[in-house]
DNA sequence: ACCCAGGAAATTC
DNA sequence: GAATTTCATGGG
């Protein structure tokens, strides 16, 4: 019944796009994608779910609401010469349902976590905005860490022509002393962001290096900045450089370790170990009695 | 008042 | 070198 509604918003919603000439980007035969599992699992923190399904948000500095409708994904706002950076950003070319099937076979509570989170694809997010926000999350919370983030772009982020604003780029902030960040609220990573920006705006550390170096020379590499250990490495390897062999280990995924993996060791879990991870903790996340 | 949050640096042993 | 403490801030 309510399928049936659905339809009729959405012919409803095709005919007034039609009507006012929106710009709309359209991707048909998408599969494995769930919006809300994908946008709301702790992998980014800009986007805003809508009363209607809908989630809006801003990524390299353009600003959409994204919608899916059976397996038609829509990007509204984003113009045809987007396509292939949305493409891109949802990661549509990656076959995510049999790496789902590959990573099922290696573990029954793996299977599980996969069969619960199969809606999850790991965004390719900006190298920068990755690594600034995992630097924030650092003994944090999901909510706070979306506070601080938004903080940070309404304050130095260029203002986009609906009013939203762009991530700041690494100049924007290296430019500033530490006390100007001091309204993000940001406590003692305020410094940890500083450092960063310096070290990306001049050249000290360069993320691009990142996305083809061996895996643990691309870790050192971030490992640079004061404030960036292992796992902010690691969440900056996988959500911004699209390493997904990454397996970071918070405080969630150790106690996942522990009490549902023993013995394993993130090697075991393969070069989609990335995947299998955000299968983990966003079921781990979902059910805390699981490793509580 | 106390504890915890997608950790890492600083200090101590 | 390994274990513990400290670092801001906000919510439960």
Not at 181 to 208: I, Q
Not at 222 to 231: A, D, E, H, R, S
Not at 252 to 263: D, E, N, Q, S
């Amino acid at each position: 019944m309510s399928a049936f509604i659905l339809s009729q918003k959405s012919a409803l919603r095709k005919i007034t796009d039609v009507i006012f000439l929106k710009k709309m980007l359209t991707f048909n035969n998408v599969r494995d994608l769930d919006l809300s599992q994908t946008l709301d699992c702790g992998q980014c923190f800009r986007w805003t779910a809508l009363p209607d399904g809908s989630f809006s948000g801003v990524a390299f500095g353009k600003s959409v609401s994204v919608r899916l409708d059976g397996t038609v994904l829509s990007v509204e706002n984003a113009a045809e010469n987007e396509r292939r950076l949305w493409r891109s950003y949802f990661d549509l070319d990656l076959d995510y349902g049999s790496i789902r099937a590959e990573l099922s076979a290696l573990h029954p509570v793996l299977a599980e976590a996969a069969r619960y989170a199969a809606g999850i694809r790991i965004l390719r997010q900006d190298p920068f905005e990755a690594l600034c926000s995992f630097i924030i999350s650092q003994n944090n919370n999901i909510k706070r860490i979306k506070g601080i983030v938004q903080r940070l772009c309404a304050c130095f982020g260029d203002r986009l022509p609906d009013g939203a604003f762009a991530f700041p780029r690494p100049e924007t902030i290296a430019a500033l002393s530490t006390d100007d960040l001091s309204p993000l609220r940001a406590g003692f990573r305020a410094r940890y962001l500083m450092d960063a920006a310096r070290k990306v705006a001049d050249g000290t550390v360069n993320p691009e290096k990142c996305r083809v170096c061996d895996y643990d020379e691309a870790r050192a590499e971030l490992m640079k900045i004061t404030g960036v250990g292992v796992k902010v490495a690691d969440c900056t390897l996988l959500f911004g450089l699209h390493r997904i062999e990454a397996f970071p280990l918070d405080i969630w995924m150790k106690r996942a370790m522990t009490t549902l993996f023993p013995g394993m060791i993130p090697a075991d879990f393969g070069a989609y170990a990335g995947i299998a991870q955000q299968y983990i903790f966003h079921y781990c996340r979902m059910n805390p009695n699981l490793v509580r």
